[in-house]
T-cell receptor, first 116, second 112 residues
Framework: DARVTQTPRHKVTEMGQEVTMRCQPILGHNTVFWYRQTMMQGLELLAYFRNRAPLDDSGMPKDRFSAEMPDATLATLKIQPSEPRDSAVYFC??????????????FGPGTRLTVT | RKEVEQDPGPFNVPEGATVAFNCTYSNSASQSFFWYRQDCRKEPKLLMSVYSSGNEDGRFTAQLNRASQYISLLIRDSKLSDSATYLCAVTMTTDSWGKFQFGAGTQVVVTP
């Protein structure tokens, strides 16, 4: 049963510290998404990649957030420096887009981040 | 106006009853449609894709109305385990092809 994995599952850090979240997409999926979810804002798209190339990161605060895919099996989301307002659940999701066919997107379990 | 809108609910449903709710989308170029289920403090899980002709999966039926730009989800014979938040998702046919837009979710509470 292929799944998206994310680490860490929980992270508590102090304001100003760097936070790195990691995601392993489902093998064979060519699209990776990073979302943030809060009670107030719901599910927000931060960035997404296709075939490891960034397609859209307009949802990310550029001054402090960065997202990369060093290889096909790893996506990272980094926050530096972190702020209390970054406290949220960060989800990674992966999917397959091929030949214009409808594809589906599967979520990882999320990283619950608390910045104090 | 948000691109994808849902009634937040909650929809309180007696066990065994039927519940239905909609999701409206604003972009007529929307291409693909999905329903996800999210339990409290868990990740969204794909419930079903929504096809033009409508589709059914057990007690769940999804429909697409392109003319009025909405999708619907109907749950028959509700179970306590159906209590969750249901998110709709829409993808567009623009240069952001494949980018998902999610609704804020509809909460369903099934009561004994």
């Amino acid at each position: 049963d292929a799944r998206v994995t994310q680490t860490p599952r929980h992270k508590v850090t102090e304001m100003g510290q760097e936070v790195t979240m990691r995601c392993q997409p489902i093998l064979g999926h060519n699209t990776v998404f990073w979302y943030r979810q809060t009670m107030m804002q719901g599910l927000e798209l931060l960035a997404y990649f296709r075939n490891r190339a960034p397609l859209d990161d307009s949802g990310m605060p550029k001054d402090r957030f960065s997202a990369e895919m060093p290889d096909a099996t790893l996506a990272t989301l980094k926050i530096q420096p972190s702020e209390p307002r970054d406290s949220a659940v960060y989800f990674c999701a992966s999917g397959l887009l091929a030949g214009g066919a409808i594809y589906e997107q599967y979520f990882g379990p999320g990283t619950r981040l608390t910045v104090t | 106006r948000k691109e994808v809108e849902q009634d937040p609910g909650p929809f309180n449903v007696p066990e065994g009853a039927t519940v239905a709710f909609n999701c409206t989308y604003s972009n007529s170029a929307s291409q693909s449609f999905f329903w996800y289920r999210q339990d409290c403090r868990k990740e969204p899980k794909l419930l079903m894709s929504v096809y033009s002709s409508g589709n059914e999966d057990g007690r769940f039926t999804a429909q697409l109305n392109r003319a009025s730009q909405y999708i619907s989800l109907l749950i028959r014979d509700s179970k306590l385990s159906d209590s969750a938040t249901y998110l709709c998702a829409v993808t567009m046919t623009t240069d952001s092809w494949g980018k998902f837009q999610f609704g804020a979710g509809t909460q369903v509470v099934v009561t004994p």
